[in-house]
Nanobody
Framework: QVHLVESGGGLVQAGGSLRLSCAAS????????MGWFRQAPGKEREFVAA????????DYADSVKGRFTISRDNAKNTVSLQMNSLKPEDTAVYYC?????????????????WGQGTQVTVSA
């Protein structure tokens, strides 16, 4: 079965940086779009960033543009999220996601597989 295993979450001060990583298995990674979503308590899971099968196309939520960067390494079956200039409002559980198609969607319901989530806490 498909497994998405995340790492890199933790506690960081406002203005700091974290890098999240997701290792995928059980799917044809190089033919799958990958993405990151996040969910804060009491809120819906929201789109953060996504990248197409080859890494040639990517997109970001307006709230993170210019601060976060998504990347992938198809040889290693991994996708990463570099988060810079973190703000307290970035605090959430961050989830790695995969689609069975080459191109991504910003809609949660269009994604087929999910990681377990990793907590990111940004202190003020």
């Amino acid at each position: 079965q498909v497994h998405l295993v995340e790492s890199g979450g933790g506690l960081v001060q406002a203005g700091g940086s974290l890098r999240l990583s997701c290792a995928a298995s059980g799917l044809t990674f190089s033919s799958s779009a990958m993405g990151w979503f996040r969910q804060a308590p009491g809120k819906e899971r929201e789109f953060v960033a996504a990248i197409s099968w080859s890494g040639s196309i990517s997109d970001y939520a307006d709230s993170v543009k210019g601060r976060f960067t998504i990347s992938r390494d198809n040889a290693k079956n991994t996708v990463s999220l570099q988060m810079n200039s973190l703000k307290p409002e970035d605090t959430a559980v961050y989830y790695c996601a995969a689609r069975s198609g080459r191109y991504y969607s910003k809609l949660r319901t269009d994604w087929h597989y999910w990681g377990q989530g990793t907590q990111v806490t940004v202190s003020a």
